[in-house]
């Protein structure tokens, strides 16, 4: 199932965060955001087909099966784009783990130019976003887990206790982009090797 002018689906979201702290410790505010159909031209490798999950001692690990390869390197598409993700995510709280890449900018420094993982917390969204990324809970600059691409697919490890979800409270895996929007709330980030404050709001081009 695809989001496209001809395949819809909504992506449930019950109990979003609210604020920078409010939001990593409980979810309020109820709302169901539609899938965005504004943005065409997304990669066959955004298109979604399976995920496996399982819960290691010390250990989330998780693969995403998608219809064409995940680049290593940034592509065209990857490349117009401020963020390109894949997100694990407990829709009851909005926490999860992003797996991002971003040419346009550093913000990490782990793997800061190619895939790197950070967990973060999504909350309401805009008219223009699905969601809106409420807080990065790694902090400014660091990113936790492991990132591997397989033909098809790519697998995520994240040790349990840098992870902000476990393999069961993941119920929904995501690919978008994210992008600069007003509308969303301010979060601290080095960028770049500077302290700003960005908005940062993202659009969900299909689920699993």
């Not at 993700?85 to 926490?95: E, M, Q, R, S």
């Not at 950070?118 to 492991?146: M, N, Q, R, W």
Request: with cysteine.
């Amino acid at each position: 199932m695809h989001s496209s002018n001809n395949r819809r689906k909504k992506l449930l979201f019950s109990g979003v965060a609210m604020s920078f702290v409010a939001a990593i410790a409980a979810a309020a505010l109820m709302t169901t955001p539609i899938i965005s159909e504004a943005y065409n031209g997304f990669p066959n490798y955004a298109n979604l087909v399976s995920v496996t999950k399982a819960q290691e001692p010390k250990l989330l690990k998780s693969t995403v099966y998608t219809e064409a390869k995940i680049p290593q390197q940034p592509d065209a598409f990857i490349k117009s784009n401020l963020v390109y993700a894949y997100g694990w995510v407990d829709t009851n709280t909005g926490k999860g783990l992003a797996a991002t890449i971003h040419p346009n900018f550093r913000d990490s420094t782990k793997n800061p130019d190619h895939w790197h993982m950070h967990p973060v917390v999504l909350g309401k969204g805009t008219t223009t976003s699905t969601y809106c990324v409420e807080a990065f809970i790694d902090g400014l600059s660091t990113a936790e887990g492991g990132v591997a691409l397989g033909e098809k697919s790519m697998t995520i490890n994240v040790n349990s206790s840098k992870a902000s979800v476990t393999a069961d409270e993941v119920d929904t895996v995501a690919s978008m982009i994210m992008l600069k929007d007003a509308g969303c709330p301010e979060i601290p980030k080095l960028i770049d090797g500077e302290h700003t404050i960005i908005r940062l709001g993202a659009i969900v081009h299909d689920t699993v």
